[in-house]
């Protein structure tokens, strides 16, 4: 059974005391209503990481992640942030390969597989980003584009590896516009890349690897959204700063 997994990316949102006072609202609230069957993460911005990961240490189903790292594992890279730092503060996950990361910083696919094999050395788990812009959809070539993503940064790991990857399809049109894919384009998207893990590996590999569905998710659609066969979770950025809100996401299935 795959894992259900509801991640907010809190971007570069809250400052530290902001984020512990959100965060602390996400442990209190998951505590008495979150089901016990999904995993909730918060990615926060680096500056939190340990503290919010201190104030999860306690909980079954809640865990931090970081929003990026570095495929360098020390030295000089001025303002990077290593594996080993993350896996130091108690996060336990690791966003890899953000649209915003590769818009803004021009991460290439090539770079998100050295990342990815680091993360995992380093025993954090990738939540892998994919996603195609408005023109690759609009030109029909949306399942090319981000099959290939995959392929360039996913497809050289054993299947022992990959599936410790989770994969988060994140259409880039969708991300904070208040744009939702629909439920139904999702599943095409989802259904295109089971059927590329299935045919690169096997299904028994395709069928235990979560797919995330990540574009101005909310509490509003979500259960649209995760009532899909092969839509496993969510990738929440807007929604994952209202506590509330986050929540009801988890509760959504
Ligand atoms: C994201 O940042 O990964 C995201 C999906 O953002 P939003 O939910 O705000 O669209």
Redesign the pocket.
Known sequence: MRKKIIAG?W?MNKNLEEGLALASEVVNIAKDEAPNDVTIVMCTPAIHLSQVSAMTADSANVFVGAQNMSEHESGAYTGDLAADMITSTGASYVIIG?SERREYHFETNEQLAARVKLALAKGLTPLFCCGESLEVREAGNHVEFVTNQLKESLYDFGAEDLKKVVIAY?PIW????GVTASAEQAQDMHKSIRASLASNYSDAVAAEISILY????KPTNAQELLGQPDVDGG?????SLKSRDFIDITKSY
Request: hydrophobic letters at 35%; a neutral charge; zero cysteines.
């Open positions: 990316n971007k953000h994140e969708a991300i904070g516009t990540g574009g101005s998710m990738l929440i950025g807007g929604a």
